[in-house]
Every structure is written in C-alpha cells, then in structure tokens.
C-alpha cells in the first residue's frame, strides 16, 4: 500500500475525522467474478454439467475424488478460456498449469480444489466501460488475470430435520469456472454495475456462458475499502471482501452499504488497513446489509501446490490464432457502427446491442431494407422489445420475420399507414403470425384515394362550421378536432393527409 | 530452511488437514517432517545455471487433453455406497450450521 497510514485514536485524531465529509472518500473496488462456462462435460472427467438434475446423479471417480481416478483437461474448456482471454484483451499463457487449493469444507470432496495458482491461462488484459460521466469518455477497468478451476458442489442445510445434518449434492463438483480478476480500478457501485454489465454481455456474445445468475452462472465478490485524504495524507480502511452477490443489484447496493459502514466505522474507531487484515463478509439481501462471516483464522492458508495427477498445457501460437481468427464482434463495436454508420443515438444503440446479436441482426437488416435507420430503432426499440419482453420471447421466436417487418416499415414510410395503423396491422401480424398484406386486407384497411378525401374534409366542415370558424380566427389547434371525427368517419384516412387538406380548403 | 521443523508448524499443519494429533504421535511427526525436509533440502546444494525453468512434474510430455464428450456417469446408489451416511439422495454430512449458530 502505498499510501502512509496514520494510526493513533487520540481524540484530536477523533475530532479531525468527524470534520472530513464522506463525499471525499474514494471508494476502491476490485471484483472477482466466476464464470461458468458453456461445456457439456465437466473441467477434468466426462460427468454432464447440466443444471437441475436429480442429486448426485452426476458424478463419477474423477470428480468425487476417489483414491487413483485421474483428471483430463478438457479442450473447449481451456477453449472457452481463451476467447474469453482475447475478448477481454488479455495477454494468453503460452504454458499453464494446475495447482492444488488446499481446504476442509462438506462439498469439496477430494480436500482441495483443482485451480490455477500461479500460472493463470489468462494474464493481464483489460476491459473499458461507458459510465454516466460527464465526459462521456469510457473507463478503462484492467484485468489483473483469469485463471480456470473446478466448482465445488451444493451444501443444503436442511431445516426439516433439525440441522441434525446437512446434505451435500455433488452434481455440480468439477463443472468448469473460469474466475476473472480486476484491479482496483473500479470507484463506484455503478462503475462495478456496469463492469459486470459489459461483462456479461461479452460473454453472452461470444458464446462462454449464458450468465445465468440465478443458476449461479455468474457469481460475484467484491473487494472494497476507502481512501480518505486527512490532513494531506491518504487513509486507507481495511479491504473487506464481499460474499455472495448473486444479482447486479445486489453489487451495486452492497458497495454502497460498505462505503458508509467503512466510512462511519474509521470516524468512530479509526482503524486503518495497517490495524485489521482482511475481512469477509456477507451480503443479506433481506436486511440490506453486510454481516461479518465467521472464519477459521488460517483459513486463507490453502498450501497450493502443482496437482501431480496433471500436466502442463502448452498453447500454440496457431491455436490462439485460430480461436482469434473466430471472434465475433463484440458489443462495444457494434455500439460504434450503430452510432456512425445507422445515426443511433448512443444510448438507442446502447439497448439494441444489449438485447444480444440477434436483435442487432434483425435491427441491420430491417433498416438496411427500409433504408430508414431511425424509423427501423424507433420501431425495433419499442414495439418489438416490449413484445419479446412481454412474452419472455427470444428475437427468433418473434413471430414477425425480418422481411415481413420491412415490408410494413415500408409501408409506414411511404405514408400508406399512418403509425396508429402502422401499429394496428403489426399487432395483427404478431398475433395471427400473418404478412402486412394480410393484416391489412384482415383489418380492412384500404386505400382512399384523393376525391374521398376531398368529400370527407367537405362533410366535416360542413358538419363543423363553428370549428372552422375557430381555425379561420386563429386557432389552429382546433384543426385536431377534425382530424379526430376524420377518423371515426373513415379509418383508413391518413390523418396527415386529412391536416394537409383541411387546412388548404379552409385557410387557402 | 530450519534445521527442526518448529513444533508449532506441525501443529499448525495437523489443524489445517484436521488430523488430531496426541502430544507423542505430534512429537514424532515433527522428527518425521524434519528427516523429509533434510532429505529434500540436499537439492539445494545441487548449483544450477541461472536459465533452467522449472518443472511441476515429473513427467515431461505435456497436454494430455480429451474432448468435451460427455460419458456415463455412476449411478447414484453405487457412487453413494462409498458415503459413511446418505439418505439414498444426498450425502449426509454433520451440520455446517450447528443449531446454536442460528
């Protein structure tokens, strides 16, 4: 640590730090994130790592440790790492080993975890974040590495027998983890939010993991303390890391609680990083708050040590080539190309991209077919996201194709249907799974022609003659009340049209 | 490194693998300890040139690496044949939480 500590709980030292506002604290955050990836077979024997099945129905010599059962590495594991690596750009090990995590818990079953200790498959890399700065300059949060190793199983500790003892499920022991690393280089609860964010949406993009948070597919520790400047000097509060986060908001609410515990626990007692070692504690999203975890005191002490039941991988610059060479583009670049190349505006490409390739596909061919970007966003933005997040529904189960939607773009562009209509004849197409020219006929939309729109504007003004009176003197609002008869008299009207003829025949 | 193993590290040691040692069986562990790391330590002497890497194993091949294929698994009953307790489901394990923790 660099910075120089004071230690004394004199009570100058006391009155000095009640005058220090929070707001002059920085908050220092690194986050290690573990990431299951999207394997069929477990890291080191061929057991399924598919989630929910019935207990201990998933498991083998290898994975629970039975004396003489070897482990082998497997390849879309290590696979997987490395896109994950390169998406992330991280620096690739050339040669990467096992080592053994010592430690005693019920769902560990051979006594120690198979991880990397110091020669992760992953070195440094980094990953940049748009944050709600004024400056509108992205962030650079650096990597410190990602390392692969094996999940534990599930504890149950069952009330219904009195805690008389508590039941271990092993299926999910040996399921591959790839745990991403950063430097402290997170200052807010919202930064970390949308680090994890970003994160997440990479790998979905690339195919490593589905994130599924609920599944515990993507888990979450943060490691926080304050730097608090007093007196020219910096003060640094003991690191505290926090346990189980198991959603975005629960990173972002416990960082914010930990803040203002650290903070108004050093103006009561003063303690610095220099007086306390490193605590854990856990995030209860009940009560809101982080609780202290009781720990064996030397239970950091894991031993690591190379695994001898392995080898050493060495990767081959080809390899890394290879899974380089297919790398699909990532969110931050297509953000970029719906900004400049379609004129999105930053936030309406920020949703597209966030909605996963297949919304950012369906969105370039329709406004590629329209040839009308915004009208494609606004469209795309609303009406189709609210459907699939009405309807739980993916873009590929939408029931509209990308050439039907265009047709109706067009259709709306052109002025044929107006965007009430427009709406109408899309709400048809998605329930009945019909084209636009079929709910349009099914709707009994039809076309008016230029002489019934004249008959109809004349109708309504004679019907109207107080109305006309009104726009004559100057109001010319009055001219939506029109419009709105227009419509009850015949629907297929385009109102747009209707405004441009009434205010012609009555204003000239 | 140490010529005696200090006992607290045996003791230390036993703690952390959950062994209970008695006070002769820790005695004797701390003279087993300090003859292995005596015998170890003679590859200190060994002087070697400064660019020799070093290795995890004692097997020089490397990437012994198998396919993400999925193989049978053991069954249930079997795999849960080697548990000193199960309910035939789970594993049975005493409680991680003791009633008194709550």
Same mark, same amino acid.
């Given at each position: 640590?660099?910075?120089?500590?004071?230690?004394?709980?004199?009570?100058?030292?006391?009155?000095?730090?009640?005058?220090?506002?929070?707001?002059?604290?920085?908050?220092?955050?690194?986050?290690?994130?573990?990431?299951?990836?999207?394997?069929?077979?477990?890291?080191? &024997?061929?057991?399924?790592?598919?989630?929910?099945?019935?207990?201990?129905?998933?498991?083998?010599?290898?994975?629970?440790?039975?004396?003489?059962?070897?482990?082998?590495?497997?390849?879309?594991?290590?696979?997987?790492?490395?896109?994950?690596?390169?998406?992330?750009?991280?620096?690739?090990?050339?040669?990467?080993?096992?080592?053994?995590?010592?430690?005693?818990?019920?769902?560990?079953?051979?006594?120690?975890?198979?991880?990397?200790?110091?020669?992760? @498959?992953?070195?440094?890399?980094?990953?940049?974040?748009?944050?709600?700065?004024?400056?509108?300059?992205?962030?650079?949060?650096?990597?410190?590495?990602?390392?692969?190793?094996?999940?534990?199983?599930?504890?149950?500790?069952?009330?219904?027998?009195?805690?008389?003892?508590?039941?271990?499920?092993?299926?999910?022991?040996?399921?591959?983890?790839?745990?991403?690393?950063?430097?402290?280089?997170?200052?807010?609860?919202?930064?970390?939010?949308?680090?994890?964010?970003?994160?997440?949406?990479?790998?979905?993009? @690339?195919?490593?993991?589905?994130?599924?948070?609920?599944?515990?597919?993507?888990?979450?520790?943060?490691?926080?303390?304050?730097?608090?400047?007093?007196?020219?000097?910096?003060?640094?509060?003991?690191?505290?890391?926090?346990?189980?986060?198991?959603?975005?908001? !629960?990173?972002?609410?416990?960082?914010?609680?930990?803040?203002?515990?650290?903070?108004?626990?050093?103006?009561?007692?003063?303690?610095?990083?220099?007086? !306390?070692?490193?605590?854990?504690?856990?995030?209860?999203?009940?009560?809101?708050?982080?609780?202290?975890?009781?720990?064996?005191?030397?239970?950091?002490?894991?031993?690591?040590?190379?695994?001898?039941?392995?080898? !050493?991988?060495?990767?081959?610059?080809?390899?890394?080539?290879?899974?380089?060479?297919?790398?699909?583009?990532?969110?931050?670049?297509?953000?970029?190309?719906?900004?400049?190349?379609?004129?999105?505006?930053?936030?309406?490409?920020?949703?597209?991209?966030?909605?996963?390739?297949?919304?950012?596909?369906?969105?370039?061919?329709?406004?590629?077919?329209?040839?009308?970007?915004?009208?494609?966003?606004?469209?795309?933005?609303?009406?189709?996201?609210?459907?699939?997040?009405?309807?739980?529904?993916?873009?590929?189960?939408?029931?509209?194709?990308?050439?039907?939607?265009?047709?109706?773009?067009?259709?709306?562009?052109?002025?044929?249907?107006?965007?009430?209509?427009?709406?109408?004849?899309?709400?048809?197409?998605?329930?009945?799974?019909?084209?636009?020219?079929?709910?349009?006929?099914?709707?009994?939309?039809?076309?008016?022609?230029?002489?019934?729109?004249?008959?109809? &504007?004349?109708?309504?003004?004679?019907?109207?003659?107080?109305?006309?009176?009104?726009?004559?003197?100057? $109001?010319?609002?009055? @001219?939506?009340?029109? @419009?709105?008869?227009?419509?009850?008299? $015949?629907?297929?009207?385009?109102?747009?049209?209707?405004? !441009?003829?009434?205010?012609?025949?009555?204003?000239? | 490194?140490?010529?005696?193993?200090?006992?607290?590290?045996?003791?230390?040691?036993?703690?952390?693998?959950?062994?209970?040692?008695?006070?002769?069986?820790?005695?004797?562990?701390?003279?087993?300890?300090?003859?292995?790391?005596?015998?170890?330590?003679?590859?200190?002497?060994?002087?070697?040139?400064?660019?020799?890497?070093?290795?995890?194993?004692?097997?020089?091949?490397?990437?012994?690496?198998?396919?993400?294929?999925?193989?049978?698994?053991?069954?249930?009953?079997?795999?849960?044949?080697?548990?000193?307790?199960?309910?035939?489901?789970?594993?049975?394990?005493?409680?991680?939480?003791?009633?008194?923790?709550?």
């Amino acid at each position: 640590m660099e910075d120089s500590v004071l230690n004394s709980n004199s009570n100058s030292q006391s009155n000095n730090r009640q005058t220090v506002p929070f707001n002059d604290a920085k908050i220092i955050i690194g986050l290690e994130v573990h990431v299951q990836l999207d394997t069929d077979s477990k890291l080191f &024997c061929g057991c399924s790592t598919r989630f929910g099945e019935a207990a201990n129905s998933q498991t083998c010599v290898v994975c629970t440790g039975m004396p003489g059962a070897l482990p082998v590495i497997n390849q879309r594991a290590l696979e997987l790492s490395i896109r994950t690596g390169l998406s992330l750009n991280c620096r690739i090990a050339r040669s990467t080993k096992w080592d053994r995590k010592n430690y005693f818990y019920p769902d560990l079953p051979k006594g120690y975890q198979i991880s990397q200790f110091d020669q992760p @498959i992953c070195g440094p890399g980094h990953l940049d974040i748009q944050t709600t700065e004024a400056s509108g300059q992205p962030r650079r949060i650096r990597i410190e590495r990602a390392h692969l190793e094996e999940d534990a199983g599930k504890s149950i500790h069952d009330e219904s027998n009195d805690r008389q003892s508590s039941k271990i499920d092993l299926n999910r022991t040996g399921t591959p983890l790839l745990e991403i690393v950063t430097y402290p280089d997170i200052r807010t609860a919202a930064e970390a939010k949308a680090f994890l964010s970003e994160l997440k949406l990479i790998l979905n993009y @690339i195919d490593v993991s589905d994130c599924n948070m609920q599944q515990g597919n993507l888990r979450c520790d943060a490691n926080v303390n304050l730097h608090i400047p007093l007196r020219g000097q910096q003060i640094a509060t003991p690191i505290v890391e926090i346990k189980n986060l198991n959603s975005f908001r !629960a990173v972002e609410r416990s960082i914010t609680f930990e803040a203002q515990r650290q903070f108004e626990g050093w103006q009561e007692n003063g303690v610095t990083i220099a007086d !306390a070692p490193k605590q854990t504690r856990g995030w209860n999203d009940h009560t809101q708050m982080t609780t202290l975890q009781r720990e064996k005191e030397d239970s950091a002490d894991y031993r690591y040590f190379p695994d001898p039941d392995l080898i !050493a991988v060495k990767i081959e610059e080809t390899q890394i080539k290879q899974i380089r060479s297919q790398l699909v583009q990532l969110p931050a670049i297509l953000r970029e190309l719906l900004v400049k190349e379609y004129n999105l505006k930053p936030d309406d490409a920020a949703v597209i991209v966030s909605q996963g390739r297949g919304v950012v596909d369906y969105f370039l061919t329709v406004a590629d077919g329209c040839e009308n970007s915004r009208v494609a966003n606004n469209w795309i933005g609303q009406e189709v996201l609210r459907h699939l997040n009405e309807s739980n529904q993916t873009i590929q189960q939408y029931p509209v194709s990308h050439q039907q939607f265009t047709e109706l773009l067009k259709l709306v562009i052109a002025g044929t249907l107006d965007q009430t209509r427009g709406k109408e004849v899309l709400n048809a197409m998605v329930e009945h799974s019909i084209s636009s020219e079929e709910a349009i006929k099914q709707l009994g939309i039809k076309s008016v022609d230029n002489s019934e729109l004249v008959t109809l &504007c004349e109708t309504l003004m004679d019907e109207n003659q107080n109305v006309v009176e009104q726009i004559r003197s100057g $109001n010319e609002k009055a @001219i939506g009340m029109l @419009i709105g008869k227009a419509r009850k008299k $015949n629907p297929n009207a385009n109102p747009g049209l209707v405004k !441009a003829m009434l205010s012609k025949m009555i204003t000239g | 490194m140490p010529d005696t193993p200090e006992q607290p590290i045996v003791n230390q040691v036993a703690r952390l693998a959950r062994i209970h040692l008695d006070e002769q069986q820790l005695k004797s562990s701390g003279e087993k300890l300090e003859q292995i790391l005596g015998f170890v330590s003679q590859l200190e002497q060994i002087e070697l040139p400064k660019d020799v890497i070093p290795f995890f194993g004692a097997i020089e091949s490397v990437n012994a690496i198998r396919d993400d294929q999925l193989q049978t698994s053991v069954p249930r009953e079997k795999i849960l044949d080697n548990a000193p307790e199960s309910d035939g489901e789970f594993y049975l394990v005493p409680p991680v939480f003791k009633p008194t923790d709550s």
